[in-house]
């Protein structure tokens, strides 16, 4: 019998037992008082006076008397005697039953209760050590228990737990690894302007360069340490936003203000190259209003426009489009560079990817993934797509969503 029957039993119990005490008292109670009734009315015949006149001590002694009672036992009293004996006798083995029963269903619960404590100790030692498993769970061993229900929300609260445990330390080995290659990434990429500015230095050390020359490897070396800079200054937005140090605050903003933004502060890296940039906004009084943070959206384009920048050819045309949907407003950013191959079109927003047509190309792969976050943080997406030209592909196509304020 289960742990829990049987402490419901025991309540059972407790009422023969009360029942029994009670009957004891009754028929004692009746027996005396019968014995009572039967000698005061006896005695007070036989004395000739009221049986309210005499008590029962005066009329025992009138019934002895006339040889009613002999050596103080009249019938009546021998069955009150016998009456009390019985019941008594028959409590104390009830009684001494009773506790014999109530011991051993005590040890046999504490056994239980002990075996189920010990269970667990055993389950919450496994999660410790990270041998859990849950097919193999010592609570499998409890399911025919009257605690089963119990066993069975503690048995799922620790599934849970596991669980919980399980996708926790899956993260912290992703972390693990993650940052493994974010270092290794990070020294590969550092790697190759270092050594550059490293070169240059050592060529600068020889006296015998003329002033041209020297002006020439300054030229060169500046030129190094700004895309050294830009590099750095990019790792460390990446490894902010990655770590929640960055607070991206969405308020209520003009799309306009962040794509002419954008434009402007990579408008002199396209005149380098006598690349246009057009901005078809459609009206800016159109332009639907939605949650954005100015700076960090913009920087955003300023990605995506700059990677247009570096693959498209001299005298090319970049092309802004803005429409506005539904519940979205789409932006394309429209170029006449070198393209993006299926096989990569998935790859290019992952961290310090770089295209195979990207060897001539300076930068660091960093730019499109920090796009991608940024845009994620405004809850919208962002994907490219050939441009098509005539029926032949001519650039790429970078299509941003992002919500409106309804």
Known sequence: MSGMSKIKKFKWYMIPLISLILLNTAVITKEYFSYKDETLRLGSILAEKQQSEMTLEEAETVLEKYGYIKDNASRTYREVIKSTIFMLVSSSVVYFVIAVSLKRQEKEIENEYNYVIEDIECTLNALKDGSYNPSESEFRNLAGSEFNLNIARLETLIDSLYSSISVVKEKAENDKRDTKDVVTDISHQLKTPLAAIKSTYELMENGKLSSDERKELETLMGFQIAALEKLILSLVNISRLESGMIDIK?????????????????????????????????????????????????????????????????????????????????????????????????????????????????????????????????????????????????????????????
């Not at 006449?336 to 001539?360: A, C, L, P, T, V």
């Not at 300076?362 to 991608?372: C, I, M, Q, T």
């Not at 441009?387 to 409106?404: E, M, Q, R």
């Open 250 to 406: 969405l308020t209520e903003g003009n799309l306009f203000d962040s794509v002419l933004e954008a434009v402007n502060g990579i408008w002199l890296k396209a005149d380098e190259k006598n690349i246009s940039i057009d901005f078809d906004d459609c009206g800016e009084d159109k332009l639907p209003t939605i949650m954005c943070d100015k700076k960090w959206l913009s920087e955003a384009f300023v990605n995506i426009l700059d990677n247009a920048i570096k693959y498209s050819d001299e005298n090319m045309n970049i092309s802004i489009y803005i429409m506005k949907l539904n519940a979205m407003v789409r932006i394309e950013f429209k170029d006449q560079g070198s393209g993006i191959s299926d096989e990569e079109k998935h790859s290019i927003f992952k961290r310090f990817y770089r295209g195979n047509n990207s060897s001539s190309v300076e930068g660091s792969g960093v730019g499109l993934y920090l796009a991608r976050r940024i845009i994620s943080e405004h809850n919208g997406t962002i994907m490219v797509k050939d441009n098509v030209v005539d029926g032949k592909k001519k650039g790429s196509i970078f299509v941003v969503h992002l919500p409106i304020i309804q």
